[in-house]
């Protein structure tokens, strides 16, 4: 994979799609903060049928304090691992209300030291609500990179920094969505679409499934 190569793949993912942005529903950032926390280990579809009633009714760091633990979980206990979810969600709210002012904080250190807070959520939270060029490696950026070779590594934080060096700048503030959703509808974990994909000619993938 060479310069040219990656430059020509995210040309192309941007003409496809100009303006991409998360599938999670929300409107601040403290409803992004939200969603993302719930979404580890869960799809997207999952977590914004829940957050589409939970928003209504309370989406500010006091309304969810509020609720307690016992109330957040009759939202969100349709999402997997929602017992400890809804602890580090309140946790997250009480310190946002305390150290905050109940804003959600636009740099790592401060997100990660928010419970249930990991450098993945820090960085889509960075991107998305905050416009700073990050790149949050879930499983889906992680296969792809390393599949097309744009960017390759052993770890997420080793594919994240791949990515950050390639990526040409123009394209860094939307590269982590384009990918996420070329790894989560096209090339899929068991069988690629490479048919269908926008870049397989650019790809490095030996095994394409052309069919």
């Known amino acids: 994979m060479n310069k040219d190569k990656r430059y020509e793949i995210f040309r192309r ?11 999670l529903n929300f409107s601040t950032p403290f409803e992004l903060l939200v969603a993302v926390t719930l979404s580890a ?11 589409d009633k939970l928003f209504p009714v ?5 309304a969810i304090y509020a609720l307690g633990v016992g109330g957040l979980k009759e939202y969100i206990k349709t999402i997997g691992l929602y017992n400890n979810k809804a602890v580090n969600v309140i ?7 305390e150290k905050h002012h109940s804003q959600v ?8 030291a928010l419970p249930g807070v990991g450098r993945k959520t820090a960085n889509v939270v960075l991107n ?4 700073q060029p990050t790149m949050a490696v879930d499983t889906h950026i992680f296969r792809v990179s390393n599949r097309t070779g744009i960017a390759k590594g052993k770890n997420v934080v080793e594919v994240e920094k791949g990515l950050l060096r390639h990526i ?11 990918l996420i959703l070329l790894g989560r509808y096209i090339c899929v974990a068991r069988k690629p679409k490479c048919a269908a994909c926008l870049i397989s000619d650019l790809c490095d993938f030996k095994e394409k499934n052309l069919d």
């Open 168 to 178: 040409p700048k123009e394209f860094m503030l939307d590269a982590h969505h384009w």
């Open 105 to 112: 904080p636009d740099n790592r250190t401060d997100l990660e």
């Open 13 to 23: 993912l941007r003409e496809d799609n100009p303006h991409p942005t998360t599938e």
């Open 91 to 97: 946790k997250t709210c009480e310190m946002l209300i």
């Open 128 to 131: 998305t609500a905050f416009k």
């Open 58 to 62: 309370a989406n500010t760091p006091e």
């Open 41 to 51: 280990q869960s799809t997207d579809k999952g977590v914004n049928k829940a957050t």
